[in-house]
């Protein structure tokens, strides 16, 4: 649902309670400096929702999954050499296919893993981790659409 930005004011009071307004001027002159503006439903509202300003991720290489793919690499190369020669080539293709295809396996088992996904093991499938990506994706509109009805009530009890 996307549409016009709707802009939003929060703050706690001195009490502890979380107050949020439609407008600066709903919010106590003595509070002010303590409220700070949510946006939804514009271009920034999924950065300004989801990642406080300072706490954004930038990407960093992970050193040593690039060190496990290249070592597999390697691997890889070392047993289609010390194939002998009288191997036929579709031979040595599908066993260099089936080591890679058991390598890869491992290393997505691996990533699942280290993600804390509930039912890891120590294979995965491509379409595992695209499955796991769909449920985030579902738990994250789940939530947008909670938060856009509490905005709603909100809304509702301010007119």
Same mark, same amino acid.
């Given at each position: 649902?996307?549409?016009?930005?709707?802009?939003?004011?929060?703050w706690?009071?001195?009490?502890?309670?979380?107050?949020?307004?439609?407008?600066?001027d709903?919010?106590?002159?003595?509070?002010?400096?303590?409220?700070?503006?949510?946006?939804?439903?514009?271009?920034?509202?999924?950065?300004?929702?989801?990642?406080?300003?300072?706490?954004?991720?930038?990407?960093?290489?992970?050193?040593?999954?690039?060190?496990?793919?290249?070592? $597999?690499?390697? !691997?890889? &190369? @070392?047993?289609?050499?010390?194939?002998? *020669?009288?191997? %036929?080539?579709? +031979?040595?293709?599908?066993? $260099?296919?089936? !080591?890679? &295809? @058991?390598?890869?396996?491992?290393?997505l *088992?691996?990533? %699942?893993?280290? +993600?804390?996904?509930?039912?890891?093991g120590?294979?995965? &499938?491509?379409?595992?981790?695209?499955?796991?990506?769909?449920?985030?994706?579902?738990?994250?509109?789940?939530?947008?659409?909670?938060?856009?009805?509490?905005?709603?009530?909100?809304?509702?009890?301010g007119?």
């Amino acid at each position: 649902m996307q549409g016009k930005p709707q802009n939003f004011y929060r703050w706690v009071d001195g009490e502890g309670r979380e107050h949020i307004v439609s407008s600066p001027d709903s919010v106590p002159p003595a509070d002010r400096g303590k409220a700070k503006q949510v946006v939804l439903n514009g271009v920034d509202s999924v950065a300004a929702h989801y990642a406080p300003p300072g706490t954004e991720k930038t990407w960093h290489p992970d050193w040593a999954s690039f060190a496990a793919g290249f070592g $597999v690499a390697l !691997v890889v &190369a @070392l047993i289609f050499r010390m194939l002998p *020669g009288s191997f %036929r080539w579709v +031979t040595r293709v599908g066993l $260099v296919v089936g !080591v890679a &295809a @058991l390598l890869i396996g491992a290393y997505l *088992g691996m990533l %699942r893993r280290s +993600t804390g996904m509930p039912g890891a093991g120590v294979f995965a &499938a491509p379409s595992a981790l695209i499955d796991d990506a769909k449920a985030a994706v579902e738990q994250v509109n789940q939530r947008q659409k909670q938060q856009e009805e509490e905005i709603r009530k909100i809304q509702a009890e301010g007119r």
